[in-house]
């Protein structure tokens, strides 16, 4: 893959935004400021020109017009071109004082160019009023406002570059961690991508917001290793486990293709013909287990009477258990129970019936089995209890794998799917299911969560024991 250049980094592009954005705001910031500052020196610059004239004033009120010459006078060396200038003029135009002779000022406040005065120097801010009967006018250079603007658009400035190269600094620098902590990220799903799904994002300590991405890639990455391994295991399994049969298929309907009678080849043909019966039926519980591992099923979704689920899968595997030999019994508590689940009514109802198959199936002659429920404050509970055998504790995690047969089934008859059925239904609804020692026996309990209504519920105490209470 191409690397692309710091330049064209997200990162880099968003730091760069970003001090552009901050340069505006900046540059609109200092622009008021500058305005401000540029205010307060003319009105300083205003007031230092009044402030003279309110000098020489005060000493022509005091002393006359001749203390108002020696005001002017002691103001020193102020000729023309200096800071300060002064003119007092009399009524009839004549001037009396001052380093300047400064005809045509208006009232008031007013700028004198400095082009008018025929030098090169800067513009004079000049206040003019009557004293007495002659008129007395106070200039003051911009020299030192001027200066003193240029020192602050000058700082500004430098203020603003070094803003400008330290955001683009910064955001290269960011560009540069960014992206080779991206390439390093990227690296990994190359290898992922190239098959090994074992590898994952490095997480580090910050927790920042690539590494909660990371961390939950890393999560997607673990269950596409479970998917990918379980896929493998049920490839392996299915070809392990109807090569027998289709061998069987193949053996059958060479015998049937080579009979002497006619008799002999159809008993064959209909022996072959249960055999692809049994490897339909598996290959049909295969796709109704992947289908509900898809959570396909979840738009049936509905609220499903309990106590009308049991009873109908009681009433349908009653019989079919006493003709097997074994007595199946309804598990009936004390109280009146009204509890309420929320899923899908076929396959809950399926997945009752396979547990009591398999009870029927596992069990010996004479065996009881009972099937019930029980609410709980925490939610409904469904159980298939019986006094067989039951399964040795090292294999209970095992039995719900597909295919998967404790030694001693082998000899019976059944796919291996039944159980791992039951655990894609009960992972649909969000239920756990529980495998546990009767004494002697099974009893496998589907807990679902509280996700379920329950009307009127009060908790119910069953035994599991051969002598349940209430029950067998």
């Not at 980094?9 to 552009?20: D, G, M, N, P, W």
């Not at 596992?362 to 709980?376: A, D, E, V, W």
């Not at 000899?411 to 799917?417: A, F, N, P, R």
Request: proline share 3%; glycine share 8%.
């Amino acid at each position: 893959m191409r690397r692309a250049s710091i330049a064209h980094s997200t990162s880099f592009r968003l730091a760069a935004l970003y001090v552009l954005l901050f340069l505006f705001v900046y540059f609109a910031a200092n622009l008021v400021a500058y305005n401000l500052v540029a205010s307060y020196l003319y009105e300083r610059l205003d007031s230092h020109v009044m402030e003279r004239f309110r000098e020489i004033e005060t000493a022509f009120v005091a002393r006359g017009l001749a203390g108002a010459e020696a005001m002017i006078v002691n103001h020193g060396p102020a000729i023309r071109g200096q800071e300060t200038l002064y003119s007092l003029r009399s009524s009839d135009g004549s001037f009396l004082a001052g380093n300047i002779d400064l005809a045509g000022a208006v009232k008031g406040l007013s700028t004198l160019d400095a082009r008018n005065l025929g030098t090169k120097s800067t513009n004079y801010r000049l206040y003019m009023q009557n004293l007495g009967p002659n008129q007395l006018v106070v200039g003051v250079s911009y020299d030192d406002t001027n200066r003193l603007r240029d020192i602050a658009l000058v700082s500004f400035g430098w203020a603003t570059a070094i803003v400008l190269a330290a955001g683009l600094g910064g955001g290269a620098l960011l560009a540069f961690k960014t992206r080779r902590r991206i390439a390093s990220l990227s690296g990994v799903m190359r290898m992922v991508g190239s098959g090994e799904l074992g590898r994952r994002l490095p997480i580090s300590p910050r927790m920042d917001d690539i590494d909660a991405l990371a961390a939950e890639v890393n999560v997607a990455l673990g269950h596409l290793q479970s998917n990918v391994s379980a896929m493998k295991q049920v490839t392996t399994d299915i070809a392990h486990d109807l090569k027998t049969p289709i061998s069987r298929l193949f053996l059958m309907l060479e015998a049937a293709h080579e009979a002497d009678t006619i008799a002999s080849s159809r008993t064959l043909i209909q022996a072959a013909m249960e055999e692809v019966r049994r490897i339909t039926s598996t290959f049909e519980a295969l796709l109704r287990i992947s289908q509900i591992e898809t959570g396909a099923r979840r738009d049936r979704f509905r609220r499903v009477d309990v106590t009308s689920l049991v009873n109908e899968v009681f009433e349908v595997y009653a019989d079919i258990a006493t003709e097997q030999g074994r007595r199946l019994r309804l598990l009936r508590s004390e109280q009146t129970f009204s509890a309420h689940l929320i899923g899908d009514s076929e396959l809950l109802k399926q997945m009752l019936a396979n547990l009591v198959q398999n009870a029927v199936r596992h069990t010996q002659p004479g065996s009881h089995i009972g099937l019930g429920y029980i609410c709980r404050a925490q939610g409904v509970s469904l159980f298939v209890i019986d006094n067989g055998p039951g399964i040795p504790p090292s294999e209970t995690d095992k039995v719900f794998k597909r295919f998967y047969r404790l030694d001693k089934s082998r000899t019976t008859e059944g796919t291996g799917l039944g159980l791992s059925m039951v655990k894609a239904i009960a992972d649909l609804h969000g239920a756990t299911i529980s495998l546990r020692d009767n004494g002697p026996g099974l009893v496998v309990q589907i807990d679902f969560p509280h996700s379920v209504t329950d009307e009127k519920s009060p908790p119910a105490e069953v035994s599991y024991a051969g002598g349940e209470k209430g029950a067998a």
